[in-house]
């Protein structure tokens, strides 16, 4: 495609000599006899302007001006066409926005040279304006499909995860499903444990690994003889022995992983059970250094397990249930995690009647 050039001239004869020197150099001519006119024939198409400075109703400075304030005039080459030679002339046009000047009347050479070196450089230019918007182009483009691949993999990754914790739990209700009276101990559980971390100020990320962890407190009671496990009445020395050993089968079943959830799983299955004053089992841990998640677990067990309906026993009252609970302060529990739970009381008794055996 030949270059196309913008000549502006008020004169139509030097418009058509113009005319007639762009086509001898292989150019394309668009004409324009005034500055509203070349303004209204400029777009991204035009390569160069010439550009006449004595014009009546808009000079060429003030066109000058006016299409350097356009985004498609911003970088078009402007070559002043003028019989002015003054210093100030030639200032003057610079400030306008003008690239170079031919004086009249017009030398051929002198045109062909001007406008060569000019249009190489617009050349130059297009070239670099076009690989740029091609990398811009294709930096939203990797940007997006990046995007895209994040979202996705994201999305995977909560799936994975999901179908984590919905196996664990439906590993935890294997351990409760034998006995029907205790269907969704292990849901008030978790929310017993969120809702105690919270109040503790523990960060969201430990809230959370505790509300989805502590359903697994019991996870070892898989492997207690439903004889002991299910035995309406008082269980015997021997079969309270065996009854404890639930706490070690829980970690050996969530133990030797490097999965955080399951690592926090083994700690609680294993230290629930431990009391403050250091008579729990399995190991007879005392104070703090039983592990934070199985005191706070302690307190919430104990709640479900007294108000909840065994093969042993019928459901306590709450009130019957906090009596009890109170003289374990201190001993059996924490007192600091018994002190928040009976100070959110409500809160609790409200989890408690959303999930209702």
Known sequence: MPHRILAIDDEKLNLRVLSGLLRSLGYEAVLADSGEKALAALDASIDLIL?????????????ARKIRE??????????????????????????????????????????RVRMGSLLKMKQSQDQVKRYQAELEAMVRIRTQALRLALENLEESQKTILTAHRETLHRLAAAAEFKDADTANHITRMSRYCAALASWLGLHDGETEL?????????????GIPDSILLKPGALTPEEWKVMQ??????????GSSSFELLRAGEIIALSHHEKWDGSGYPSGLSGEDIPLFGRICAVADVFDALTSRRPYKDAFSNEVSLDIMKTGRGSHFDPRILDLFLEHFDEILAIKASYVD
Not at 73 to 100: C, F, H, W, Y
Not at 210 to 222: L, N, T
């Open 245 to 254: 050993k639930h706490t070690i089968f829980g970690a050996r079943i969530l």
């Open 51 to 63: 550009l006449d400075v004595m014009m009546p109703d808009m000079d060429g400075f003030t066109v």
């Open 210 to 222: 505790v509300e989805q962890a502590s359903p697994m407190h019991d996870i070892g009671k898989i």
């Open 70 to 111: 356009r985004p498609d005039g911003a970088d078009v080459p402007i070559i002043m066409v003028t019989a002015l030679t003054g210093k100030q002339d030639r200032l003057s046009a610079v400030e306008a926005g003008a690239n170079d000047f031919i004086a009249k009347p017009i030398d051929m050479t002198e045109l």
